[in-house]
């Protein structure tokens, strides 16, 4: 007797789903995700405040985009991520549904129920696709590690949220997580 076989989905069901629900899709299956907890919302509010105000002081050309904000990490793949924060500063990754490629930098807020998602599946993905540095924030533990893209595998360094940490792709962006004042 046949098993039954998973339902592979494809991009354009992602884009079929309702506007109300959030989801991710790898490897042909949607991971749903919860609505984010307010502690939650502060950070990614934090970090898309102080990204955003360095790249205006620099008239830079890179964006920062605050989920939800679909992110299509290869070409020829069906894998659409939503991170919480996504850096791009290549403008031609961008469309009108989001983007196709790597941005260079993402951050993602870590909720207890996505953790194995975040520090594996995604950290695995995020590495295969070329972004060059990845921040994983753990607001119940107080912790951030630190990916950052040498050549073909991630070189990591962990921090607690009293560090002030130096971005790795730019020169003179250093983020003081005692700043979050998280209650």
């Known amino acids: 007797m046949a098993l039954a076989q998973p339902h592979s989905y494809t991009e354009d069901d992602y884009y079929r789903l309702p506007e109300n629900i959030r989801a991710e899709l790898i490897d042909g299956q949607f991971y749903y995700m919860a609505a984010p907890s307010r502690i939650h919302q502060e950070v990614v509010h934090f970090f898309d405040k102080v990204i955003g105000n360095y790249i205006d002081s620099k008239k830079g050309g890179c964006r920062v985009y605050p989920a939800p904000f679909a992110v299509k990490l290869f070409q020829d793949e069906d894998i659409i991520v939503e991170p919480d924060i996504s850096v791009i ?95």
């Open 89 to 183: 500063c290549n403008p031609d990754k961008l469309t009108d549904k989001g983007c196709t490629g790597a941005p260079d930098w993402i951050i993602e807020v870590v909720s207890p129920s996505t953790s194995s998602h975040d520090y594996i599946r995604k950290l695995n993905l995020y590495a295969h696709a070329g972004v060059r540095e990845y921040w994983i924030l753990n607001p119940n533990r107080k912790s951030a590690y630190i990916y950052h893209l040498e050549e073909t595998h991630f070189q990591t360094s962990a921090y607690t949220f009293h560090d002030k940490i130096k971005v790795n792709i730019y020169d003179d962006l250093y983020i003081d997580l005692a700043g979050l004042e998280l209650s």
